[in-house]
Nanobody
Framework: EVQLVESGGGLVQAGGSLRLSCAAS????????IGWFRQAPGKEREGVSC????????HYADSVKGRFTISSDNAKNTVYLQMNSLKPEDTAVYYCAADPSGACYLTPWSYDYWGQGTQVTVSS
């Protein structure tokens, strides 16, 4: 059974940092692209960052470039999202997702498997 479990969310002041983790199981981790998405109340789910397999290329939404960093620890089957210089507009539920194609896209419909999400709240 494919499982993705996010952790690391919480409440932080603007300018602070959080590191989210996405622990994967039930599939060949090295074959799947992993993406991070977020959804704020009343808004559509949007792509934040992703990492592909093969060339390990990474992509970021313009809104987080220079502030967020995605990384992968294949030995632990875990992908991380380091979030620095957080802003109130980063407040959302953050989800990780897995795409068996291995290609990195910031579009939610590309992904087959999803975690339950972790809440990130940034206070001003």
């Amino acid at each position: 059974e494919v499982q993705l479990v996010e952790s690391g969310g919480g409440l932080v002041q603007a300018g602070g940092s959080l590191r989210l983790s996405c622990a994967a199981s039930g599939f060949t981790f090295d074959d799947y692209a992993i993406g991070w998405f977020r959804q704020a109340p009343g808004k559509e789910r949007e792509g934040v960052s992703c990492i592909s397999r093969g060339d390990a290329s990474m992509h970021y939404a313009d809104s987080v470039k220079g502030r967020f960093t995605i990384s992968s620890d294949n030995a632990k089957n875990t992908v991380y999202l380091q979030m620095n210089s957080l802003k109130p507009e980063d407040t959302a539920v953050y989800y990780c997702a897995a795409d068996p194609s291995g290609a990195c896209y910031l579009t939610p419909w590309s992904y087959d498997y999803w975690g339950q999400g972790t809440q990130v709240t940034v206070s001003s």
